[in-house]
């Protein structure tokens, strides 16, 4: 029997370079590693072709026929920019997703994840937020170009299933944070954002200033951690609705609880102060984890300033080669 070739699509971003450490690390057979010494895993780049347009998605599939594919590329950013370009996140990211489940289909992927996020539930909710209420109403305003795009994943993963029998599913992780993150202030999602800023804070010798109360709550995954699930759950995982990938409710923490560790871990020793005149973002959005918990009961989470540590280490180690766009342009 052929190999398997597993196709990581946005494979050089945070969460796909989380995928790639695990697989060099973890060993064959692992539960969160490679079934077999001699399995492929392609980790693409954006170099290879544009996802938004089909023919360049077919040569991608054409030339490394993959037999599972876990996608996660898509056109990201954090509650400012969303707000700013909600028809370019609906658009970009519906063309993307429409082109990799047609692929997969007619390329015959033996199963495929996509990637989701908890923006895609009701604004208007009960909490915590669990697999069953993704279609309950309406998103947040903030995000709801890039937030309707991603419900419709599930609709699609259900209609392969029906008319094809694809085994097409999802996963809908909290906030995701590591390695290879992107640290643009103009788009960054908010631990990067802190953490480029208490940076930069600390080397020109300037106040670190904090957008909004720091009271929002937010359920933090390491992309390590996360890797490891998407693994699992592409092997293991046999449902066609998606899973909230997720730390428990328990860990949930306010973003002054995250910048503090930022702070403690960037060493920094300047004024630090927040700035309630900015908006704050969604208050919550706590998930529940009750049911990767059913199928993995023994799964342990790095501890979350362990991984913000960590995190912070790499971002000041890599920092001119990270994805840190124009700084200067944003200290203001």
Same mark, same amino acid.
């Given at each position: 029997?052929?190999?398997?070739?597993?196709? !990581?699509?946005?494979? +050089?971003?945070?969460?796909?370079?989380?995928?790639?450490?695990?697989? @060099?690390?973890?060993? &064959? /057979?692992?539960?969160? #590693?490679?079934?077999?010494?001699?399995?492929?895993?392609?980790?693409?780049?954006?170099?290879?072709?544009?996802?938004?347009?089909?023919?360049?998605?077919?040569?991608?599939?054409?030339?490394?026929?993959?037999?599972? !594919?876990?996608? %996660?590329?898509?056109?990201? #950013?954090?509650?400012?920019?969303? +707000?700013?370009?909600?028809?370019?996140?609906?658009r970009?990211?519906?063309?993307i997703?429409?082109?990799?489940?047609w692929?997969?289909?007619?390329?015959?992927?033996?199963?495929?994840? =996509?990637?989701?996020?908890?923006?895609?539930?009701?604004?208007?909710? +009960?909490?915590?937020?669990?697999? =069953?209420? &993704?279609?309950?109403?309406?998103?947040?305003?903030?995000?709801?170009?890039?937030?309707?795009?991603?419900? %419709?994943?599930? &609709?699609?993963?259900?209609?392969?299933?029906?008319?094809?029998?694809?085994?097409?599913?999802?996963?809908?992780? +909290?906030?995701?944070?590591?390695?290879?993150?992107?640290?643009?202030?103009? =788009?960054?999602?908010?631990?990067?954002?802190?953490?480029?800023?208490?940076?930069?804070?600390?080397?020109? /010798? $300037?106040?670190?200033?904090?957008? /909004?109360?720091?009271?929002?709550?937010?359920?933090?995954?390491?992309?390590?951690?996360?890797?490891?699930?998407?693994?699992?759950?592409l092997?293991?995982?046999?449902? $066609?609705?998606?899973?909230?990938?997720? !730390?428990? @409710?328990?860990d949930?923490?306010? $973003?002054?609880?995250?910048?503090?560790?930022? *702070?403690?871990?960037?060493?920094?020793?300047?004024?630090?102060?927040?700035?309630?005149?900015?908006?704050? /973002?969604?208050?919550?959005?706590?998930?529940?984890?009750e049911?990767?918990?059913?199928?993995?009961?023994?799964?342990?989470?790095?501890?979350?300033?362990?991984?913000?540590?960590? =995190? !912070?280490?790499?971002? *000041?180690?890599?920092?001119?080669?990270?994805?840190? #766009?124009?700084?200067?342009?944003?200290?203001k």
């Amino acid at each position: 029997m052929a190999p398997n070739v597993v196709l !990581v699509t946005g494979g +050089t971003g945070l969460v796909g370079q989380g995928i790639k450490w695990v697989i @060099e690390n973890e060993p &064959v /057979g692992s539960r969160f #590693g490679k079934k077999t010494e001699d399995e492929k895993w392609i980790f693409l780049s954006s170099r290879e072709g544009d996802l938004r347009v089909l023919e360049d998605t077919k040569k991608i599939f054409e030339k490394y026929k993959p037999t599972h !594919v876990i996608h %996660l590329a898509a056109v990201v #950013g954090g509650v400012f920019i969303n +707000t700013k370009l909600p028809l370019t996140f609906l658009r970009d990211n519906l063309n993307i997703n429409d082109n990799i489940l047609w692929c997969s289909k007619e390329y015959k992927v033996q199963k495929l994840i =996509s990637c989701l996020s908890t923006c895609v539930f009701p604004d208007k909710v +009960t909490y915590p937020i669990d697999e =069953s209420m &993704v279609h309950l109403g309406p998103p947040h305003y903030s995000n709801f170009g890039y937030a309707h795009s991603k419900r %419709l994943v599930s &609709v699609y993963n259900q209609a392969y299933h029906e008319e094809y029998g694809c085994n097409f599913t999802a996963a809908i992780p +909290t906030n995701v944070f590591g390695p290879y993150d992107n640290y643009d202030l103009e =788009s960054a999602h908010v631990i990067p954002a802190l953490t480029h800023r208490c940076y930069l804070a600390k080397k020109k /010798g $300037i106040p670190f200033i904090v957008a /909004g109360t720091g009271k929002p709550l937010r359920q933090f995954i390491y992309s390590r951690d996360l890797a490891r699930l998407f693994i699992w759950q592409l092997w293991e995982y046999p449902e $066609i609705d998606p899973i909230i990938l997720s !730390v428990g @409710e328990k860990d949930e923490v306010t $973003i002054k609880e995250v910048s503090d560790a930022i *702070v403690k871990a960037m060493d920094f020793k300047g004024e630090y102060k927040s700035d309630p005149t900015k908006a704050d /973002g969604q208050y919550k959005k706590t998930a529940s984890n009750e049911k990767l918990m059913k199928y993995l009961p023994d799964f342990k989470f790095t501890p979350f300033e362990q991984a913000l540590q960590e =995190s !912070v280490e790499w971002f *000041v180690k890599n920092y001119e080669n990270a994805r840190i #766009g124009n700084p200067e342009q944003h200290l203001k």
